[in-house]
């Protein structure tokens, strides 16, 4: 019997480079918003994951509703899970520090676009590549063809988060700049022409204001991220943080109570309207909310995250974040096809049965996604090489 000695080699070197990334990490780093980002992908997965009822419906296309409308009070939780905000948050403050160290190296804006571009654009290429391949060697097959968007087109709605972030990082020499400026004014004026579209949208009846109120609700939040920054909030007395927090909550409250806005923060069963498509201003009230819980966390946060053992997978997850975000879909997929074939059908309502069968849509899809990435994080890890420095916590 014969061996490889290097069999383990590529499992090691990886581990090793994990290790060295964490061992790289700058005292002045603030661990807490990296570690907001990989929260946000791992609720996003598991939200997909666990807290669909995905079922077909009466044309054999797979829906994806949620079971909040079926859990007393669970619209409460949206309030906290719904950390779609909080990935335009940290958006930001990646932006702003990557925008203020290509000033400082005097590199041009279009270089810093064209870098922050194509850390998003060459794993999505690649990841689209697969698909659309996939899609036209079986149109090309004898019968009919039913194209992806058309039987689970919940599949690609998460993918309307890249055009969005790619849009904001088009606009940071823009914003960035407005933002040195006159950041507190860039804000107050955001949120007036957020209240100001919500008028003519949602009382006047103007769609075309909805739409122009949803890019602002994702600007401010991306402009927020600029203040969590530069503002430090994380480092604010008690005080300070208290009144960030209580403004999102209170607005929140006044948006949900007052002005009808529906209180879950995801679109729910039954529901006429969706705070989240288009986006309306109850989550530029989410996220000054949110903002506010980070920067309440940050001093006992940081504090954990200096720990070796916790900060380590903060740094694995960030480092394949956009691999994660690209293809945990793929990775439902193919725990779908695996539970059909097993003679299974998908129930479609939260049944106890359905609650029960929590653990399969757990590690089914996670066994799926680990493979995936294998395969395809080298790609948004190579594409990220080109920096000239280590980046312990993914992109900043």
């Known amino acids: 019997m014969t061996h490889s000695p290097r069999r383990g080699t590529g499992t090691r070197g990886a581990s090793g480079a994990l290790d060295r990334l964490v061992s790289a990490t700058p005292d002045k780093r603030d661990r807490v918003v990296d570690a907001a980002r990989a929260l946000s992908i791992v609720i996003v997965t598991l939200w997909h994951w666990t807290l669909s009822i995905t079922h077909r419906n009466a044309d054999g296309d797979l829906v994806m509703p949620n079971p909040i409308d079926a859990v007393p009070g669970g619209w409460l939780a949206t309030w906290v899970l719904q950390i779609m905000p ?48 996939g899609e036209l060697i079986t149109a090309a097959l004898p019968g009919p063809h039913h194209w992806m968007w058309q039987w689970f087109p919940g599949y690609l709605t998460p993918l309307w988060f890249l055009v969005m972030y790619s849009l904001l990082i088009l606009a940071v020499p823009v914003t960035a700049t407005l933002h040195a400026r006159h950041a507190a004014g860039v804000l107050a004026t955001l949120a007036g022409l957020i209240v100001l579209g919500s008028v003519l949208g949602r009382g006047v009846g103007l769609t ?38 209580g403004t999102g909550l209170l607005a929140l409250a006044v948006l949900t109570m007052f002005a009808r806005y529906p209180h879950s923060m995801v679109g729910t069963v039954g529901d006429t309207e969706s705070n989240i498509f288009p986006t309306n201003a109850t989550i530029a009230a989410l996220a000054v909310f949110q903002l506010g819980l980070l920067a309440l966390i940050t001093p006992a946060a940081t504090h954990l995250l200096r720990r070796r053992g916790v900060w380590k997978p903060v740094v694995a997850l960030n480092v394949v974040a956009i691999t994660v975000f690209l293809w945990h879909m793929t990775a439902y997929l193919v725990a779908l096809w695996v539970y059909e074939r097993l003679g299974h059908t998908l129930p479609s309502k939260p049944t106890a049965d359905w609650w029960a069968q929590r653990w399969y849509w757990l590690l089914a899809p996670l066994a799926a996604l680990l493979a995936l990435i294998a395969v395809f994080a080298p790609v948004e890890i190579r594409t990220r090489g080109s920096s000239r420095k280590p980046n312990p916590g993914g992109e900043r």
């Open 208 to 245: 075309w204001a909805e739409w122009v109120t949803a890019a602002l609700v994702w600007l401010l939040c991306h402009q927020l991220g600029y203040a969590w920054r530069t503002w430090r909030l994380g480092r604010r007395p008690l005080g300070p943080r208290l009144v960030v927090t």
């Open 86 to 133: 909080v990935f335009f948050l940290v958006g930001g403050y990646a932006n702003l520090a990557g925008w203020e160290r290509h000033r400082a190296n005097e590199e041009s804006a279009g270089r810093f676009v064209a870098d922050r571009l194509r850390r998003l654009s060459v794993p999505t290429a690649a990841w689209a590549a697969i698909w659309l391949a």
